[in-house]
T-cell receptor, first 113, second 113 residues
Framework: DTEVTQTPKHLVMGMTNKKSLKCEQH?????MYWYKQKAKKPPELMFV???????INESVPSRFSPECPNSSLLNLHLHALQPEDSALYLC????????????FGSGTRLTVV | GESVGLHLPTLSVQEGDNSIINCAYS??????FIWYKQESGKGPQFIID?????DKRQGQRVTVLLNKTVKHLSLQIAATQPGDSAVYFC????????????FGRGTSLIVHP
């Protein structure tokens, strides 16, 4: 299995809702990442987990809460989002410190209404 | 045709032509560069990479050229096909720095049949 799987593919949520994005990989990668991508822009790094521990938080607002329950799973919990948080949320994985094998999922298209 | 990358975010070519996508990077301490292809509705996919101790690397129908003197990277696609239509991002990694790539501004490649 050489894929990163993200669910759901599409999500519409209200500003008072709580929802979660999920990411799964079975490549044995021990680093997992969340990115946010706005239309026609490059992906922007949000969080990095290395060996299931949060190693980088790129000053992301607390309404985004990441969780790494085990080495194969990465979640992003969403609460009280704003319409400007609407974007494509991408998950990626790799081996920590490796230049190669950086694999992205297809993303979750999030719309906040 | 050529794209100046940062100054011309869209490149239109005819099927069968060769495409050249350019990328200027700013950090002379970058030692590893990657090109990603992102099709509509998908996450970025690795195309080809190059280390700073090389100036050219070839893959299947793609060639990456690196000019460290002017901090310029290009992606050449031979015999461009409609399936090559996508947004292409260059990314760089800093020497001794984080192993996480920093994405540059993308270029949209449109291939006309």
């Amino acid at each position: 299995d050489t894929e990163v799987t993200q669910t759901p593919k599409h999500l519409v949520m209200g500003m008072t809702n709580k929802k979660s994005l999920k990411c799964e990989q079975h490549m044995g990668h021990r680093a997992m990442y969340w990115y946010k991508q706005k239309a026609k822009k490059p992906p922007e790094l949000m969080f990095v987990y290395s060996y299931e521990k949060l190693s980088i938080n790129e000053s992301v607002p607390s309404r985004f809460s990441p969780e790494c329950p085990n080495s194969s799973l990465l979640n992003l919990h969403l609460h009280a989002l704003q319409p400007e948080d609407s974007a494509l949320y991408l998950c990626a994985s790799s081996q920590p410190g490796a230049n190669y094998g950086y694999t992205f999922g297809s993303g979750t298209r999030l719309t906040v209404v | 045709g050529e794209s100046v990358g940062l100054h011309l975010p869209t490149l239109s070519v005819q099927e069968g032509d060769n495409s050249i996508i350019n990328c200027a990077y700013s950090n002379s301490a970058s030692d590893y560069f990657i090109w990603y292809k992102q099709e509509s509705g998908k996450g970025p996919q690795f195309i080809i990479d190059i280390r700073s101790n090389m100036d050219k690397r070839q893959g299947q129908r793609v060639t990456v050229l690196l000019n460290k003197t002017v901090k310029h990277l290009s992606l050449q696609i031979a015999a461009t096909q409609p399936g090559d239509s996508a947004v292409y991002f260059c990314a760089e990694k800093l020497t001794g720095g984080s192993y996480i790539p920093t994405f540059g501004r993308g270029t949209s490649l449109i291939v006309h049949p």
